[in-house]
């Protein structure tokens, strides 16, 4: 799993933000911090609070100077559709690919429901160089992340600079 202080794996996916374009992480670390929040999948009740979450603190974030960035293995189309669906107004990442769960490792099943390889609930603060300040990853889907922990590690990466 990605740890702090790992770099962050490059990748390059569609991001949902208005309309559909390509995001590659390299390309947009003048915007770090970087928060990147996996979740299993759009239109699920905890994900949708999650989100929300991030949408109704974004503010604050961004005070920061920090982008937050929504990651699932959804297609970039219904990532479309949920942001416009809950008012979300950050971009989101589409895995339908899977290679950032994989990279980042934080792929799980649901194999109850019969799914394979989703985003575990995960949140990583990325700095300007590609670095990993912050990790966090959830073994239970339903637990939402420590959103202050979160806050104060973006707070603390800008003060370093």
């Known amino acids: 799993m990605v740890s ?3 770099t962050a794996p490059e990748f390059t996916a569609p991001l949902a933000h208005g309309g559909i374009v390509e995001f590659t992480l390299s390309e947009e670390l003048d915007d770090a911090p970087l928060v990147l929040a996996f979740f299993p999948g759009a239109f699920t009740s905890t994900c949708t609070t ?3 979450t991030f949408e109704d603190r974004l503010g604050e974030f ?5 982008t937050v960035y929504g990651i699932s293995v959804d297609t970039p189309f219904a990532l479309q559709e949920f942001r416009e669906d809950i008012g979300l107004s950050f971009g989101m990442i589409s895995d339908t690919n899977r290679r950032l769960v994989e990279a980042f490792d ?4 649901f194999r109850s429901m019969g ?15 590609g ?8 073994d239970d889907p339903g637990i939402e992340p420590d959103y202050d922990e979160i806050y104060d590690a973006v707070a603390g990466l800008t003060a370093e600079n």
């Open 62 to 66: 961004e005070a920061l100077g920090a």
């Open 50 to 52: 999650e989100m929300e």
């Open 115 to 129: 799914v394979e390889d989703v985003a575990k609930r995960a949140v990583f603060v990325v700095d300007s160089d």
């Open 4 to 6: 702090v202080g790992d």
């Open 131 to 138: 670095d990993v300040h912050y990790a966090w990853v959830a």
């Open 106 to 109: 934080v792929a799980m099943d």
